[in-house]
């Protein structure tokens, strides 16, 4: 099946500064790769997500962007502020089922 | 819509007694999966429902734990015997085809 690997595990990132966090995944075959964003005690949230016929995403402050020939996409975050602290979540599928990477918890330092 | 609805949000039960979850999925959403969350293992997909169907299963952990769709708006997961490290949330989540996946707002089981 598809193996996701997500660094860092944690990152601490000074208010305004940027946040990257990095996935890869197995299966060449995958072609779909959402990030979640969880909030202590809350349900994941699909905060943006980027097919594999596409290269980059952007959203307001948010981008995704994603290399097929490594198998790597990664998540960046500009001006961060103290309401990006959570934990993120990577993941990749290739039909219906998702396998999601081991999470990274970012926080935002005032 | 009123999104992925769980029940109970939170469950705290003995050893060895039997637990039900309960998820109805968002309407028209063919797709459903049950997941485990620990800080150990992160997010497990445990197995996975196309139109009421069991698709997938592999990531039941044992016999213990079952489940579910008896119709497109509700699906069961349960848990006999329970065990002490049983204990984790339990998210339900569904998605229309291959778009994206909701969660649940999880199911809190504590198992003394």
């Known amino acids: 099946g598809e193996n996701v690997e997500q660094h860092p595990s944690t990152l601490s990132v000074q208010e305004g500064d940027s946040a990257v966090i990095k996935c890869t995944y197995s299966?060449?075959?995958?072609?779909?790769f959402p990030w979640y964003k969880q909030e202590l005690g809350k349900r994941p949230q699909l905060i943006i997500d980027?097919?594999?016929?596409?290269g980059e995403k952007k959203d307001q402050r948010i981008a995704v962007t994603l290399n097929k020939t490594a198998k790597h996409f990664s998540l960046h975050i500009t001006e961060t502020q103290p309401e990006d602290s959570a934990v993120y979540f990577c993941?990749?599928?290739?039909?219906?089922?998702?396998?999601f990477g081991a999470g990274t918890t970012v926080t935002v330092r005032a | 819509d009123a999104g992925v609805i769980q029940s109970p949000r939170h469950e705290v039960t003995e050893m060895g007694q039997e637990v039900t979850l309960r998820c109805k999925p968002i309407?028209?959403?063919?797709?459903l999966f049950w997941y485990r969350q620990t800080m150990m293992r992160g997010l497990e997909l445990l197995i996975y429902?196309?139109?009421?169907?069991?698709?997938?299963d592999s990531g039941m952990p044992e016999d213990r734990f079952s489940a579910k769709m008896p119709n497109a708006s509700f699906s069961t997961l349960k848990i006999q015997p329970s065990e002490p490290r049983d204990s984790a949330v339990y998210f339900c989540?569904?998605?229309?085809?291959?778009?994206?996946?909701?969660f649940g707002a999880g199911s809190r089981l504590t198992v003394l």
């Open positions: 989540a569904s998605r229309p085809g291959a778009n994206v996946l909701t």
């Open positions: 299966d060449s075959a995958s072609n779909y």
């Open positions: 980027i097919r594999s016929n596409v």
């Open positions: 993941a990749a599928s290739k039909g219906y089922k998702l396998s």
């Open positions: 309407s028209g959403h063919d797709y």
């Open positions: 429902f196309n139109n009421n169907v069991p698709i997938d």
